[in-house]
């Protein structure tokens, strides 16, 4: 009954993913704080602005139900010494309420933050370093990823693949899609971008399964085909200089159709 059960939301899922409103958040740069917009993916010139952020270098943001989002900032605030950390976000009414701070330090520029395949915990890189995050703010530095035997370089865009569950990034040096173990720290690359990305902004997964990248000081935002590495289909523009960008994830672990509807039915539990 169960299986039926979730089999049946899985086909639903799909035949309505075409027409279904995809809800996107942003934070750009230039504010202080930082403003936090929403914007609908069809159209995401249209922002509305829900909130603020605590203030600048919010470098990372994830969302996993209605009311349950996190927001990280990297480094302490122009106006602020004391903003650094890891944020609770609420995607419904744009509040943000301080954790904790998991680094104790200024991270370097260029980072993003996803929930692991679990949802038990988040990943969060800062350059090619990457991080473990507690829900309550803790953290743990994992090491610096690999490629090639070499430093990755800088990863500003981290999410995980829908149709498989593994953590990929996206590397400014190199304009290209990796894929991360974050047990070995090892990337490997999946392909080029086939643009240059330029002040990417972040790349998250969307409910319907695809996965957008943001790029350059207006906000382009292009659907990447993971298989491959490149780019597909330019979605639209924010106009703005995005450093997080955030959709709700549709699953932890998110694999194939089944795993993305019975897996999201968990997470909101979960939440």
């Given amino acids: 009954m169960i299986r039926n059960a979730v089999a049946a939301v899985a086909v639903l899922s799909v035949a309505g993913a075409a027409s279904a409103s995809v809800q996107g958040y942003i934070i750009p740069t230039g504010g202080n704080p930082d403003p936090i917009f929403t914007f609908d993916l069809e159209n995401p010139s249209s922002l509305t602005q829900i909130g603020s952020a605590a203030g600048n270098f919010n470098r990372g943001m994830d969302i996993n139900s209605p009311t349950n989002g996190f927001i990280l900032q990297t480094?302490?605030?122009?106006?602020?010494?004391?903003?650094?950390?890891?944020?609770?976000?609420?995607?419904?009414?744009?509040?943000?309420?301080?954790?904790?701070?998991?680094?104790?330090?200024?991270?370097?520029?260029?980072?993003d933050l996803t929930f692991d395949s679990t949802g038990s915990f988040l990943y969060a890189t800062s350059g090619d370093d990457l991080w473990q995050i507690g829900f309550d703010g803790s953290g743990t530095l994992l090491g610096t990823i690999q490629v090639d035997g070499q430093d990755a370089g800088t990863i500003p865009g981290l999410t995980l693949d829908p149709a498989t569950g593994a953590l990929i990034g996206y590397r400014s040096t190199a304009d290209d899609i990796i894929t991360i173990d974050p047990n070995t720290l090892t990337g490997t690359v999946v392909g080029a971008l086939g643009i240059n990305a330029a002040a990417v902004g972040s790349l998250d997964a969307t409910p319907d399964g695809r996965v957008v990248l943001s790029t350059n000081s207006s906000g382009d935002l292009w659907e990447v085909n993971t298989s491959t590495g490149a780019v597909g289909t330019l979605l639209g523009s924010t106009g703005e200089n995005v450093s997080a960008l955030a959709f709700e994830i549709p699953a932890p672990g998110a694999i194939g159709v089944l795993g993305l509807a019975g897996l999201a039915v968990a997470r909101r539990r979960r939440a």
Avoid at 85 to 104: C, E, H, I, M, R
């Fill in 75 to 111: 480094s302490n605030a122009l106006s602020n010494p004391d903003t650094r950390g890891l944020y609770k976000f609420n995607p419904t009414d744009g509040s943000v309420a301080f954790l904790a701070d998991p680094f104790g330090q200024d991270l370097a520029a260029g980072g």
